[in-house]
């Protein structure tokens, strides 16, 4: 349904986003998850019409964007970071504006508005001017618009920004709704939008995609969802040290105790420590024999699954250093020359 290669976008010298590659299948929610300022609204905005990419290409429902974009503007609904709306209108006489624009016939409108309202749980507030309405409702009636027309696409960009949480799971369920009928890109750096809403995540850091795959095989291949949380008795520097020298241990991390349990609290001569496996590797009786071994008193010992936000940082961290690395690189060629 939406297929995306070769994407860049440049800005005179500064590369907003560089080789940018994925697909969306029918019916498929696909998260598009990044750091604020990785290119997400770039690309969010090319695939939407809204602007030319440098180079690459992208075809929603077969067509181009560039080459078809009023045939491409026609199968997509798109809500941007801030829902386009005219706030002295009701929100019924702005679906029907939006639906006159967007080409839905005359003898269509009636249905498919009420269709949208129904949709986005707007029935109380048909008749309400839109500056009146809460950001939570606005944001439906942005999401309303952009399904009006009944478009198989839909490009939501930061859909639950700003939101309390309650009106986040309320939109959230309704994106969820869409599924299977429609083709959707979220656009988010919210974790668990991704991780609750999501059948798929594209993670773009620094303009380029850095992962593409289900959120459980993201974190099966990275970190191989092998991991202990430990509460031990002794100083946590010390720990550390012993830890790293085990056998098949990736690496050691200091954690709070809300970080184990949120219903205790850090007593004196005690610690919290992560352990992250390599993968293929069980280190966890070497770890307690370790720690157990050199003085340590162990408290607590338990195994858990890496996270989507486990996975993100990692990607994302080692986009930071190898940027870094490069910048010092291009530095010293610079001193030298």
Known sequence: MI????????????????DVTFDVEPGEILGFLGPNGAGKTTTMRILAGYLPATSGTARIAGFDVHDNSLLVRQRIGYLP????????????????????IKGVSAGDRATKITAAIERCNLQEKRHVIIRKLSK????????????????????????????????IIEVRNLIKSLAGSHTIIISTHILPEVSMTCSRVAII??????????????M???????????????????????????????????????????????KENQAYLRVISQPGTEPGKDIAAALIGTG???????RVNATLE????????????????TEIAEAKEGEAA
Do not use: C, W
Request: glycine letters at 8%; hydrophobic letters at 40%.
């Open 136 to 167: 939570g409702y606005r944001q439906r009636v942005g999401i309303a618009q952009a399904i009006v027309h009944d478009p198989p696409a839909i490009i939501l960009d930061e859909p639950t920004v700003g939101l309390d949480p309650r009106q």
């Open 81 to 100: 970071e801030t829902p386009p709306l005219y706030p002295e209108m009701t929100v019924e006489g702005f679906l029907y504006f939006v639906a006159r």
């Open 310 to 325: 486990d996975v993100f940082l990692q990607l994302t961290t080692e986009e930071k250093i190898l940027e870094t690395e």
């Open 205 to 218: 850091n620094g303009g380029k995609v850095v992962a593409t795959d289900t959120p459980d095989n993201l």
């Open 3 to 18: 297929s995306v290669e070769h994407l860049s976008k440049t800005y005179g010298s500064t590369s907003a986003i560089t």
């Open 296 to 302: 340590f008193g162990l408290l607590e010992m338990r």
């Open 220 to 266: 099966n291949q990275l970190t191989k969802g092998s991991g202990y949380e430990i509460e031990i008795e002794g100083e946590a520097a010390l720990a550390k040290q012993v830890l790293q020298n085990v056998a098949g241990v990736n690496f050691v991390e200091s954690i709070s105790a809300v970080g184990m349990h949120s219903h205790t609290s850090l």
